[in-house]
């Protein structure tokens, strides 16, 4: 099954480039031609951008690590928070604040501050407190759920990160490159494409692109977590088989155990004994066998 095809890319308008008098020198060789005073994006090597990302994160997720999805631009907000909670990842969708990961033992702290505030409503503690008091715990907890709510449970810096228009995410790059995180974005005419590790050219303004792009990452990452779940599945399959070998080597029928032919008696078995206990035998009567008389239980009265 193909990751993405150029019908769908063309349907989402992933071809459109910026102006011209706006273009980045820097993105010439993904630059097919020009129209009406727009640049038109080369899709095959967009196409092929794709397939690199899209292997690059399933062997990041593979390997047990996170991947961070970054857009705060109106037109991407809905789509990475969507999709970023589809496939269990984490992501920023409002504001990148600044050491989000190059000082990520502060961020850290504004987490378990914002879990805390959490805990306190719902445990029953707002309502020891004043009205006042409550306003303001109430508005601190939404501000940092709309800065942090995509990172809540986040312990560790991801490894790596998919950003929708890097122009606005500059901050965002620049601390991924300083951190050394592998960086998957989509980079319009207009952007530079050198320090990303996977470049994707394409239309970083339409909605239609930037859902295509944020779902076909997420999709590489579901696919990742059914790779890794198949392999604990085999692994569980094996361990079972090697239990069955097990006990049955150990496991002895019960026609291969020894008999002791001296412990057997030679003579016949004597019937006053079965009679006594079993009430049964040579000498004894239909009628003394039944344990009661059936014509007395069920008898008319």
Known sequence: MAVVTMKSLL??????????????????????AERNGIHIIDLQKTIQAIKDAYEAVRKTVGAGKTVLFVGTKKQAQQAIQKEAERCGMFYVNNRWLGGMLTNFFTIKKSLLRLKKLEKMEIDGTFENLTKKEIASLGKERA?????LGGIKEMKDPPGILFIIDTRKEAIAVAEAQRMGIPIVAVVDTNC?????????????????????FTQIVANAVVEADNEVGLKI?????????????IMTDVS???????????????????????????GTGPGVDEEDQLP???DKVYGEE
């Not at 102006?19 to 020198?25: F, G």
């Not at 050198?194 to 303004?205: A, H, L, R, T």
């Open 292 to 294: 009661v008389d059936v």
């Open 11 to 32: 349907e989402s308008g992933v071809h459109f480039g910026h102006q011209v008098k706006r273009w980045d020198p820097r993105m010439k060789k993904y630059i097919f």
């Open 143 to 147: 501000k940092l759920q709309k800065n």
């Open 233 to 245: 599945i085999e692994t569980l399959g094996d361990e079972d088989e090697d239990m069955e070998d």
């Open 252 to 278: 002895i029928k019960e026609e291969d155990r020894e008999i002791d032919i001296e412990s057997y008696s030679t003579e016949p078995p004597v019937v006053e004994n079965v009679v006594q206990e079993t």
């Open 192 to 212: 530079n494409p050198e320090g990303i590790n996977y470049p994707i050219p394409g239309n970083d303004d339409a909605i239609r692109a930037i859902t295509l």
